[in-house]
């Protein structure tokens, strides 16, 4: 039997007994407190065969550890491992343990060089003033600092992913057919250029005037930097000083904010950023984003902004009185005082001579440039409110449609929309319609109040040249050239008469269809009744269908084509049931009309009751012009996105009707414009086709006709829009058949006709 001794030797008292056991449950306890008791894990019991005993026999206090042995030592008690350290002192350690050689080859240094106050061997002042050692300590001490904050300053800056709002959002111009600027529409008046687009003359007159370091400089200007500061502290507020990088990440990334911290993470973000990005990145991005005033953002609004074109049409000069609104365009705008002139003239020609002394101008070239550019009085893309909104409002949705762009896309602006419209047709089409809404005003003003006048000229080529879409969109936001509210009337006969040319016309309903001319005869008296092969046609509430033709006139046997030119309601709604109202219906669809907006299959279909918009009226009327051929109206010639084009659509001429079917209606129709205005068309040398449409509520008032290959559609109706939609009796304002109101409107927005 092997008797344990205590460390110390035996206790002598049972006091100190009693100590030396619970001290050894306690360390045993706490080394051991997850591990199986001795008798579970190893078997070990007492000589005795009860709880263990010490070596004098005695039994200590009952604990549950019993001895525990260390791995490959039987009967050794495992020792306790230390805790491991925390991090912050293992780098406490670390750091200790890397500095103890620099501190024992500079300790000895710096307690010769640290300052002793008063200094002893001195006397007076001068036992204040620090050794040169000192100073020299201090100055290498702030450097050092100062070079290692800004180290981890550089280190730390982020350039973000994402930038500022004014970045990134765009505008969307609308330019006219001829390429002039017609309206802009989104809330920053920018658009991005590519740098080839803007001319090398141009890119180095604005270097010249703001940072002709800018290819050789490491992003800030560190001369710019001091003499920002000094001028900070001599008139308390940030200064000038920036370059053109420092400027573009303001521009992105930063506020306008003028404090301290701004400027020092914009030096910093512009460090960095010239080791991310290239010069010409750099340049490029500074040029879209920069204001130049006029609610402008970019060179390209700029360029169009002050001279009405591009950028890349810009030469030197141009580009020289550019590069001076940078400065402010508040302060150099010559258009809004003479201080401002005089302030941009001597800005215009120090960039000049700049650009000379840099060598990026020839002397001769200088020599040419001795006149200041003269700047447009106002901004071409300014938005009027008023016709400018109906046509963007329906070129935007041609665009959207055509180069198949998403709301979402669209919204991000960026865009170039060339439009189909003509300017001085524009012009023509509201003056006309101004001057019949000033008369109708002042003749009537009660009914006047809920008088519309929708008007459209479309080319046979499908280009949508003009519209009247209202008095101000802003007020009225309703396209009066675009509604499809108002029925046809009389206006509808020509697809009628196609639709017979076509088809032929069935007497019988077993016959074959028989073909009939412009020659053949139908009867042209009031109120006769509509017949079918089984006999008169009964209206639901059992009465005959008939006719009324204007003012219950009756003209007897009529030929077809006489009858077009007269306006015949009662031959045409024969003629429609003859030739079946289901090829009614499907002759206008292919000639223009929308399916949507095509009367019921019923024998008012034949007398007007669809209700197509001006636009799609001028439309149809173009297929006759263009020998049966069609192709849908459109108002988009080109979208670019920042100068790169964008696939459309290209409308697709289709054939509609025969050739001698369209031949025939066009000819009735330019009989129908001599037999109205003898004299006007006399003076138009046979040159011009149109006809006028009644309804038989008188709610609608048209005239439709063909000019030099341009039909034009124009439509007088009321329509309370407070209430609903339903057209009103237009109480006299569309005046009578020897003086339309569309006519005058027509022939006006077309002097000179022929």
């Known amino acids: 039997m092997q008797l344990r001794v205590p460390e110390g030797g035996i206790p002598t008292t049972r006091a100190e007994e009693l100590r030396i056991a619970g001290r050894e449950r306690r360390e045993i306890s706490d ?57 912050a002192a293992r780098l406490t350690a670390a750091v200790a343990a890397a500095t103890t050689p620099v501190v024992a080859v500079l300790g000895p240094w710096l307690c010769r060089v640290r300052p002793h106050y008063p200094r002893p061997g001195r006397t007076g002042w001068k036992r204040w003033v620090p050794s040169w050692r000192q100073t020299g300590g201090a100055v290498l001490a702030s450097f050092g600092l100062s070079v290692l904050t800004l180290a981890v300053a550089y280190a730390v800056t982020d350039i973000p992913d994402d930038l500022n709002s004014y970045a990134t959002q765009q505008d969307t111009v609308y330019f006219w057919a001829d390429g002039t600027p017609m309206a802009r529409a989104g809330w920053v008046h920018r658009q991005e250029m590519e740098l080839a687009d803007v001319p090398e003359d141009v890119r180095w007159a604005v270097l010249a005037a703001e940072n002709e370091s800018f290819y050789s400089d490491p992003g800030i200007s560190a001369k710019g930097l001091t003499r920002a500061i000094l001028r900070t502290f001599g008139q308390g507020s940030t200064q000038g000083g920036s370059t053109i990088t420092q400027q573009y990440v303001k521009n992105v990334y930063l506020s306008h904010e003028q404090t301290y911290s701004r ?50 049409e810009l030469n030197a000069s141009e580009g020289a009185f550019l590069a001076a609104l940078l400065k402010g365009a508040g302060l150099y705008d010559p258009t809004l005082s003479a201080a401002n002139r005089t302030r941009a003239e001597e800005r215009w020609r120090w960039t000049l001579d700049r650009m000379v002394k840099i060598g990026k101008l020839s002397p001769e070239e200088r020599a040419g440039y001795r006149t200041f550019p003269k700047a447009l009085e106002s901004n071409p893309l300014y938005n009027t409110g008023e016709q400018s909104d109906y046509l963007v409002e329906l070129a935007t949705q041609h665009a959207k449609k055509s180069a198949n762009i998403s709301d979402k896309d669209f919204d991000r602006g960026g865009y170039q929309i060339y439009t189909t419209f003509d300017k001085k047709r524009v012009d023509q089409l509201t003056k006309a319609v101004g001057a019949a809404r000033d008369k109708a005003r002042k003749d009537k003003p009660g009914a006047a109040k809920h ?40 206006a509808f006969q020509p697809f009628v008469y196609a639709a017979a040319l076509e088809h032929g016309v069935r007497k019988s309903r077993d016959g074959a269809p028989v073909p009939v001319t412009g020659g053949t005869v139908y009867n042209g008296d009031d109120k006769v009744p509509v017949t079918t092969p089984e006999g008169p046609y009964w209206d639901r509430s059992g009465r005959k269908v008939a006719a009324k033709n204007d003012v219950g006139r009756s003209y007897g046997q009529i030929s077809l084509h006489r009858a077009l030119a007269s306006s015949v309601n009662t ?80 409308p697709v001429s289709r054939r509609a009707m025969d050739t001698d079917t369209a031949a025939e209606v066009q000819s009735a129709l330019t009989d129908a414009f001599r037999t109205a205005y003898p004299e006007t068309a006399a003076k138009a040398g046979g040159k011009v086709a149109g006809k006028r449409g009644t309804t038989e509520r008188d709610t609608a008032a048209w005239y439709v006709g063909t000019e030099k290959k341009v039909s034009t559609a124009v439509v007088v109706y009321r329509i309370d829009l407070a209430k609903s939609l339903e057209p009103l009796p237009l109480e006299g304002l569309g005046g009578t058949i020897a003086d339309s109101v569309p006519y005058s409107i027509w022939s006006e927005a077309l002097r000179p006709l022929g």
Request: proline share 7%.
């Open 263 to 312: 400027k020092f993470t914009e030096a910093m973000m512009a460090l960095k950023l010239d080791n991310k990005m290239s010069k010409d990145e750099i340049l490029e991005g500074y040029l879209n984003t920069s204001w130049f005033g006029r609610g402008t953002y970019g060179i390209q609004r700029a360029a169009q902004a002050y001279y009405g074109k591009d950028v890349s």
């Open 571 to 650: 031959t045409f709604m024969q003629l429609g049931m003859d030739t079946g109202l289901d090829k009614v219906r499907a002759t206008a669809q292919a000639a223009g009309l929308l399916r949507s907006s095509l009367g019921a299959q019923v024998p008012a279909l034949t007398t007007g009751s669809s209700t197509p918009s001006a636009i799609r009226m001028a439309s149809g009327y173009t297929t006759f012009a263009a020998a049966g051929r069609h192709t849908e109206p459109y108002t988009i010639l080109k979208v670019t996105r920042n100068g790169h084009e964008v696939a459309t659509g290209a």
């Open 451 to 490: 008088v519309h006048y929708g008007a459209a000229s479309v080319a046979v080529d499908g280009r949508i040249l003009a519209i009247h879409g209202g008095p101000d969109h802003r007020k009225q936001g309703y396209n009066e050239s675009n509604a499809t509210t108002v029925p046809a009337g009389s």
């Open 31 to 87: 080394d051991n407190a997850d591990t199986p008791s001795d008798t579970e894990e190893t078997g070990w019991v007492s000589p005795t065969g009860d709880s263990p005993a010490d070596a004098s026999g005695l039994h200590a206090a009952p604990r549950s550890p019993a001895k525990v042995t260390a791995p490959g030592r039987p009967g050794a008690r495992r020792r306790r491992k230390a805790p491991k350290p925390a991090p």
